[in-house]
């Protein structure tokens, strides 16, 4: 059973919007922090938004705040990543990640994110 596995990505248009999701499974997601990556082609992975484990604290890219949202559904298991006025630049393959806590780090490696899906292909065309 995979623990994190991710969905909703595809092929959309300049100025459209994607709702990523993400399903956790096989260890107590709702008392871990939680976070979205992406990786473009030929670029390193680049941090886009995290939350803390109850949804109170949250944290975004210069590159995507205000056009992007992070929450999540404990009772689902869930996180959630709503991508709106979508830009070629947002074109990468997304990842979701959980820590090893309830917080998330700013300043630490990846955030402090530890466990990491297989992610989805978004691609935003002009």
């Known amino acids: 059973q995979v623990p994190l596995v991710e969905s909703g990505g595809g092929l959309v248009r300049v100025g459209g919007s994607l709702r990523l999701s993400c399903v956790a499974s096989?260890?107590?997601?709702?008392?871990?922090?939680a976070a979205w990556f992406r990786q473009a082609p030929g670029k390193e992975r680049e941090f886009v938004a995290a939350?803390?484990?109850?949804?109170?604290?949250?944290y975004y890219a210069d590159s995507v705040n205000g056009r992007f949202s992070i929450w999540r559904e404990n009772t689902k298991n869930s996180l959630y990543l709503q991508m709106d006025r979508l830009r070629p630049e947002d074109t990468a393959g997304y990842y979701c990640?959980?820590?090893?806590?309830?917080?998330?780090?700013?300043?630490?490696?990846?955030?402090?994110?530890?466990?990491w899906g297989k992610g989805t292909l978004v691609t935003v065309s002009a």
């Open positions: 096989g260890f107590n997601f709702n008392l871990l922090a």
């Open positions: 990640a959980t820590g090893k806590g309830s917080s998330y780090y700013p300043g630490a490696v990846d955030y402090g994110m530890v466990s």
């Open positions: 939350i803390n484990w109850g949804g109170g604290s949250k």
